[in-house]
């Protein structure tokens, strides 16, 4: 059987060997496909595959449709919506993710993109500090308790908004549960965000939730751009002169956003979160092991389209 590797943005080379000898210690043939620039050569290279990994690429039904032997798709990361979930189950294909093989790259960025923010990007002015500000996240998976981890090391008051995560858990960790994304932006200083990009999470973080932050507050977004109203972003930052927002993923109306705001704002010029060696190596590798546990033995826990 054919595992097909298919990444606009390519593994390291670190990453590919270890990949390539999970794949061929299994028994199975590996195939690459890196910066490729037209969706024809994917179509062409997936035609005879039985597995699939990718990194941000766009699985559609288009993919689907072209590949007829295609038993998984992994996306070596924790965000799957580049992939057609429905057309994957209409193909009888299992889709998988890596969870928490990212999650510490993507809890420093919080840290370097915060920091930057509450330093006014280095500009030479006066800034403030992260010591003894109050931290709100936005979803509590494996990057928030990173980021949760981190933020004790600078000494910030912690507290999370996760409906899909028990009370305890956080407690356990020495952070303050709260009940709704209202109060969640009311009552920090900081607030990062880490929920997906789903029908109900799509902008829904707009003027409302930004203008009851407190003075001088800093939105991080290092998850899906998304989950941002643009409009409602620019509004309250016009209104709210002491708001900030950086995010790891560049919106729609970037260049506008800093052509007005300047300094407050911040995006980097592709998402970075994952872009560390470590997390490169860690989510290749770990794909690869979910491929051939697929493969051979069925296993699928991992699944995201049950």
Do not use: W
């Not at 943005?9 to 990453?15: D, H, L, Q």
């Not at 997936?46 to 990718?54: E, G, K, M, T, Y």
């Not at 009888?92 to 006014?120: C, D, H, I, K, Y």
């Not at 930004?210 to 998850?223: D, I, K």
């Amino acid at each position: 059987m054919k595992v097909l590797v298919a990444t606009e943005k390519p593994f390291a080379t670190v990453a590919v060997d270890g990949i390539r000898k999970v794949v061929e210690d299994a028994g199975y043939e590996l195939e690459l496909l890196e910066k490729y620039s037209a969706k024809s050569e994917l179509l062409a290279a997936v035609a005879d595959a039985d597995a699939l990994i990718i990194r941000s690429d766009v699985i559609d039904a288009e993919v689907f449709d072209a590949a007829k032997n295609l038993k998984i798709v992994v996306r070596a990361g924790a965000g799957y919506d580049n992939v057609d979930l429905a057309s994957a189950t209409a193909h009888n294909v299992v889709v998988e993710n890596t969870p928490g093989q990212n999650s510490n790259a993507v809890a420093e960025l919080v840290f370097g993109m915060a920091v930057m923010a509450v330093r006014n990007n280095y500009n030479g002015t006066s800034g403030t500090e992260l010591k003894g500000k109050r931290l709100g996240l936005q979803a509590y998976g494996q990057v928030g308790r990173n980021v949760a981890r981190i933020a004790n090391g600078f000494g910030m008051e912690v507290s999370a908004f996760d409906p899909y995560c028990p009370d305890e858990v956080m407690t356990n960790d020495g952070v303050k549960p709260v009940h709704s994304v209202d109060d969640l932006y009311s009552g920090n200083d900081v607030v990062s965000i880490h929920i997906p990009a789903t029908p109900e999470t799509r902008k829904s973080i707009g003027y409302f939730n930004l203008t009851n932050m407190p003075l001088g507050g800093v939105v991080v977004n290092t998850a899906r751009k998304e989950v941002i109203d643009e409009d409602g972003l620019a509004k309250a930052l016009r209104e709210r002169p002491d708001l900030k927002y950086v995010a790891d993923v560049k919106p729609d109306n970037a260049e506008a956003l800093k052509e007005e705001f300047g300094a407050r704002v911040f995006f980097t010029p592709k998402k970075m979160g994952a872009q560390t060696s470590e997390a490169n190596i860690n989510a290749g590798i770990a794909a690869a092991n979910q491929v051939v546990a697929y493969l051979r033995d069925g296993i699928n826990k991992f699944q995201v389209n049950k």
